[in-house]
Protein backbone atom coordinates (compact mmCIF):
# COMPACT_ATOMS: atom_id res chain seq x y z
CA UNK A 1 0.00 0.00 0.00
CA UNK A 2 2.39 2.38 0.55
CA UNK A 3 4.90 1.76 -2.30
CA UNK A 4 1.59 2.54 -4.18
CA UNK A 5 0.90 5.78 -2.36
CA UNK A 6 4.43 6.54 -3.40
CA UNK A 7 4.48 5.92 -6.93
CA UNK A 8 1.68 7.67 -7.44
CA UNK A 9 2.44 10.92 -5.41
CA UNK A 10 4.42 12.17 -8.77
CA UNK A 11 1.04 12.11 -10.58
CA UNK A 12 -0.94 13.18 -7.96
CA UNK A 13 1.10 16.84 -7.64
CA UNK A 14 1.15 17.04 -11.25
CA UNK A 15 -3.03 16.65 -11.48
CA UNK A 16 -3.26 18.79 -8.31
CA UNK A 17 -0.40 21.52 -7.84
CA UNK A 18 -0.72 22.86 -4.34
CA UNK A 19 -3.79 20.34 -3.30
CA UNK A 20 -4.22 20.07 0.64
CA UNK A 21 -7.53 17.64 -0.21
CA UNK A 22 -6.69 14.31 1.75
CA UNK A 23 -8.71 13.01 -1.10
CA UNK A 24 -6.48 14.35 -3.71
CA UNK A 25 -3.21 12.69 -2.53
CA UNK A 26 -0.93 9.55 -4.27
CA UNK A 27 -3.13 7.82 -1.72
CA UNK A 28 -6.13 8.28 -3.09
CA UNK A 29 -5.69 7.63 -6.86
CA UNK A 30 -3.91 4.25 -5.84
CA UNK A 31 -7.06 3.06 -4.86
CA UNK A 32 -9.78 3.42 -7.51
CA UNK A 33 -12.62 3.70 -8.24
CA UNK A 34 -14.11 5.59 -5.53
CA UNK A 35 -10.34 7.08 -4.93
CA UNK A 36 -10.67 7.23 -0.74
CA UNK A 37 -8.99 9.69 1.83
CA UNK A 38 -6.71 7.06 3.95
CA UNK A 39 -8.93 7.38 6.59
CA UNK A 40 -12.39 6.93 4.51
CA UNK A 41 -10.29 3.80 3.51
CA UNK A 42 -10.06 2.13 6.40
CA UNK A 43 -13.42 2.50 7.68
CA UNK A 44 -14.48 0.04 4.70
CA UNK A 45 -11.28 -2.39 5.51
CA UNK A 46 -11.40 -3.33 9.48
CA UNK A 47 -8.77 -5.85 8.93
CA UNK A 48 -6.28 -3.28 8.01
CA UNK A 49 -7.45 -0.57 10.15
CA UNK A 50 -6.61 -3.09 13.01
CA UNK A 51 -3.23 -4.12 11.77
CA UNK A 52 -2.58 0.17 11.06
CA UNK A 53 -3.68 1.05 14.58
CA UNK A 54 -1.52 -1.67 15.85
CA UNK A 55 1.38 -0.81 13.80
CA UNK A 56 0.97 2.68 14.74
CA UNK A 57 0.64 1.74 18.47
CA UNK A 58 3.94 -0.46 18.60
CA UNK A 59 5.69 3.08 16.25
CA UNK A 60 4.24 5.23 18.90
CA UNK A 61 6.05 2.99 21.60
CA UNK A 62 9.21 2.38 20.30
CA UNK A 63 12.38 3.70 22.25
CA UNK A 64 12.59 7.02 20.16
CA UNK A 65 8.82 7.63 20.29
CA UNK A 66 8.28 6.50 24.07
CA UNK A 67 6.13 8.50 26.32
CA UNK A 68 9.51 8.52 28.51
CA UNK A 69 10.48 11.43 26.58
CA UNK A 70 7.26 13.23 27.05
CA UNK A 71 7.18 12.43 30.95
CA UNK A 72 10.20 14.15 31.13
CA UNK A 73 10.73 16.52 28.63
CA UNK A 74 7.88 18.64 29.78
CA UNK A 75 7.44 20.43 33.83
CA UNK A 76 4.25 18.16 34.51
CA UNK A 77 4.66 18.61 38.03
CA UNK A 78 4.82 22.48 37.55
CA UNK A 79 0.45 21.43 36.96
CA UNK A 80 0.69 19.30 40.09
CA UNK A 81 -1.26 21.71 42.58
CA UNK A 82 -3.25 23.65 40.35
CA UNK A 83 -6.29 22.88 40.58
CA UNK A 84 -9.59 24.21 42.61
CA UNK A 85 -8.64 23.65 46.42
CA UNK A 86 -4.56 22.96 45.32
CA UNK A 87 -5.91 19.93 44.10
CA UNK A 88 -3.68 18.35 40.82
CA UNK A 89 -4.46 19.99 37.43
CA UNK A 90 -5.85 18.41 34.85
CA UNK A 91 -4.69 17.44 31.25
CA UNK A 92 -7.20 16.67 28.11
CA UNK A 93 -5.45 14.43 25.49
CA UNK A 94 -7.05 15.29 22.37
CA UNK A 95 -6.86 13.02 19.80
CA UNK A 96 -4.96 10.31 22.37
CA UNK A 97 -6.46 7.25 20.99
CA UNK A 98 -7.34 4.59 23.54
CA UNK A 99 -5.38 6.58 26.33
CA UNK A 100 -1.45 4.87 26.55
CA UNK A 101 0.12 8.34 26.61
CA UNK A 102 -2.28 9.68 29.77
CA UNK A 103 -2.32 6.07 31.25
CA UNK A 104 1.76 6.02 31.52
CA UNK A 105 1.67 10.04 32.53
CA UNK A 106 -0.87 9.11 35.05
CA UNK A 107 1.39 6.29 36.26
CA UNK A 108 4.00 8.85 37.64
CA UNK A 109 2.01 11.84 38.52
CA UNK A 110 -0.45 10.86 40.58
CA UNK A 111 -2.01 14.38 41.28
CA UNK A 112 -3.03 14.98 37.84
CA UNK A 113 -6.19 14.07 36.21
CA UNK A 114 -6.95 13.24 32.50
CA UNK A 115 -9.45 13.29 29.76
CA UNK A 116 -8.67 11.17 26.84
CA UNK A 117 -10.62 12.13 23.84
CA UNK A 118 -11.11 10.67 20.21
CA UNK A 119 -13.72 8.81 18.05
CA UNK A 120 -16.36 6.95 19.43
CA UNK A 121 -15.00 3.54 18.10
CA UNK A 122 -11.63 4.29 19.15
CA UNK A 123 -12.73 4.69 22.49
CA UNK A 124 -14.75 1.86 22.73
CA UNK A 125 -11.50 0.08 22.38
CA UNK A 126 -9.77 1.89 25.37
CA UNK A 127 -8.16 -0.78 28.09
CA UNK A 128 -9.84 0.97 30.97
CA UNK A 129 -10.67 -2.23 32.23
CA UNK A 130 -6.94 -3.20 32.65
CA UNK A 131 -6.03 -0.17 33.57
CA UNK A 132 -4.77 0.16 37.49
CA UNK A 133 -7.65 1.18 39.57
CA UNK A 134 -5.46 4.31 41.01
CA UNK A 135 -4.67 5.65 36.91
CA UNK A 136 -8.03 4.62 35.82
CA UNK A 137 -9.74 7.32 38.65
CA UNK A 138 -8.03 9.88 37.44
CA UNK A 139 -8.43 9.12 33.71
CA UNK A 140 -11.71 9.91 31.84
CA UNK A 141 -11.96 8.91 28.14
CA UNK A 142 -14.66 10.61 25.93
CA UNK A 143 -15.79 10.32 22.52
CA UNK A 144 -15.73 14.02 20.70
CA UNK A 145 -14.31 15.46 17.32
CA UNK A 146 -11.14 17.56 17.62
CA UNK A 147 -13.29 19.49 14.59
CA UNK A 148 -15.65 21.23 17.11
CA UNK A 149 -15.45 23.57 20.06
CA UNK A 150 -13.25 21.73 23.33
CA UNK A 151 -16.18 20.80 25.85
CA UNK A 152 -13.58 20.89 28.59
CA UNK A 153 -13.23 23.88 29.67
CA UNK A 154 -10.28 25.52 31.71
CA UNK A 155 -7.60 22.76 31.75
CA UNK A 156 -4.22 23.18 32.46
CA UNK A 157 -2.54 21.37 29.41
CA UNK A 158 -4.40 20.38 25.94
CA UNK A 159 -1.98 17.71 24.84
CA UNK A 160 -1.72 16.52 20.96
CA UNK A 161 0.55 13.95 20.57
CA UNK A 162 1.22 12.81 16.57
CA UNK A 163 -1.77 14.34 15.68
CA UNK A 164 -1.45 17.64 13.50
CA UNK A 165 1.00 16.57 11.44
CA UNK A 166 -1.65 14.24 9.76
CA UNK A 167 -3.28 17.46 9.24
CA UNK A 168 -3.23 20.06 5.88
CA UNK A 169 -2.62 23.69 7.58
CA UNK A 170 -5.91 24.63 7.07
CA UNK A 171 -7.25 21.52 9.41
CA UNK A 172 -4.72 22.48 11.77
CA UNK A 173 -5.82 26.21 12.30
CA UNK A 174 -9.44 25.09 12.58
CA UNK A 175 -8.26 22.40 15.22
CA UNK A 176 -6.38 24.69 17.16
CA UNK A 177 -9.21 27.53 16.70
CA UNK A 178 -11.60 24.34 18.54
CA UNK A 179 -9.41 24.71 21.33
CA UNK A 180 -9.88 28.45 22.16
CA UNK A 181 -13.28 28.49 24.10
CA UNK A 182 -12.03 26.03 26.45
CA UNK A 183 -9.23 28.26 27.15
CA UNK A 184 -8.08 29.99 30.09
CA UNK A 185 -5.49 32.98 30.95
CA UNK A 186 -2.50 31.05 30.89
CA UNK A 187 -3.46 27.51 29.89
CA UNK A 188 -1.19 25.60 27.93
CA UNK A 189 -0.90 23.71 24.24
CA UNK A 190 1.48 21.08 24.33
CA UNK A 191 2.41 19.29 20.96
CA UNK A 192 4.74 16.24 20.78
CA UNK A 193 5.18 16.42 17.32
CA UNK A 194 8.47 15.87 14.64
CA UNK A 195 10.34 19.40 14.07
CA UNK A 196 12.29 19.34 10.63
CA UNK A 197 15.93 20.35 11.48
CA UNK A 198 18.29 22.44 9.12
CA UNK A 199 19.11 20.34 6.67
CA UNK A 200 22.39 18.58 7.64
CA UNK A 201 22.52 19.29 11.46
CA UNK A 202 21.60 16.36 12.09
CA UNK A 203 22.55 12.45 11.54
CA UNK A 204 22.31 11.01 8.43
CA UNK A 205 20.47 8.25 9.52
CA UNK A 206 17.71 10.72 11.68
CA UNK A 207 17.34 12.99 8.65
CA UNK A 208 16.33 10.17 6.42
CA UNK A 209 14.01 8.55 8.78
CA UNK A 210 12.70 12.66 9.61
CA UNK A 211 12.12 13.46 5.45
CA UNK A 212 10.76 10.06 5.28
CA UNK A 213 8.31 10.36 7.45
CA UNK A 214 7.56 14.22 5.56
CA UNK A 215 6.96 12.47 1.95
CA UNK A 216 4.52 9.35 3.89
CA UNK A 217 2.88 12.75 5.15
CA UNK A 218 2.75 13.73 1.67
CA UNK A 219 1.46 10.85 0.26
CA UNK A 220 -1.09 10.07 2.43
CA UNK A 221 -2.99 12.98 3.76
CA UNK A 222 -1.31 16.06 2.08
CA UNK A 223 -0.28 16.80 4.99
CA UNK A 224 3.81 17.32 6.08
CA UNK A 225 6.27 17.22 8.74
CA UNK A 226 6.99 20.96 10.25
CA UNK A 227 9.93 23.66 11.58
CA UNK A 228 9.74 25.32 14.14
CA UNK A 229 8.87 28.31 11.91
CA UNK A 230 5.88 26.19 10.53
CA UNK A 231 4.32 25.75 13.88
CA UNK A 232 4.83 29.10 15.34
CA UNK A 233 2.93 30.33 12.19
CA UNK A 234 -0.29 28.02 12.50
CA UNK A 235 -0.55 29.32 16.09
CA UNK A 236 -0.63 32.74 15.15
CA UNK A 237 -2.61 31.82 12.02
CA UNK A 238 -5.15 30.34 14.76
CA UNK A 239 -4.95 32.99 16.69
CA UNK A 240 -3.10 36.23 17.71
CA UNK A 241 -3.90 35.45 21.44
CA UNK A 242 -1.51 32.41 21.49
CA UNK A 243 1.79 32.58 23.35
CA UNK A 244 4.99 31.35 21.74
CA UNK A 245 6.77 29.10 24.62
CA UNK A 246 9.26 27.37 22.31
CA UNK A 247 10.32 24.24 21.10
CA UNK A 248 12.66 21.25 22.88
CA UNK A 249 13.52 18.14 22.14
CA UNK A 250 14.46 15.33 24.95
CA UNK A 251 17.53 13.36 24.30
CA UNK A 252 16.63 10.57 22.62
CA UNK A 253 13.10 11.38 21.05
CA UNK A 254 12.62 11.55 17.50
CA UNK A 255 9.70 13.91 18.97
CA UNK A 256 9.79 17.24 20.31
CA UNK A 257 7.61 19.05 23.03
CA UNK A 258 5.96 22.45 21.53
CA UNK A 259 4.35 24.87 23.86
CA UNK A 260 2.28 28.17 23.51
CA UNK A 261 0.09 29.35 26.38
CA UNK A 262 -2.77 31.56 26.36
CA UNK A 263 -3.45 34.99 27.19
CA UNK A 264 -6.20 37.42 26.41
CA UNK A 265 -5.69 40.63 25.92
CA UNK A 266 -7.54 41.58 29.57
CA UNK A 267 -4.74 39.58 31.17
CA UNK A 268 -1.69 41.69 29.71
Not at 158 to 180: E, K, N, T
Not at 220 to 248: C, H, I, K, M, Y
Request: glycine share 8%; with cysteine.
Amino acid sequence: MTILNVKQTPTALRKWPNATDPAQTGFSLSQPPTHPTFFQYLTTQPDRARVFASAMSTYSTGPENDVSHLRDGYDWASICGSGAGGGGGVVVDVGGSTGYVSLALAQTFPALRFVVQDTAPTIAQAPAATAPPGEHSRVQFMAHDFFADQPVHGADVYLLRMVLHDFGDADCVRILRALVPALRDGGRVVLNEFCLPEPGSVGLLEEKHIRTMDMNMLSLFNSRERDAADWRALFAQADPRFRWRGVTKPAGSNLSVIQVSWSSPSAE
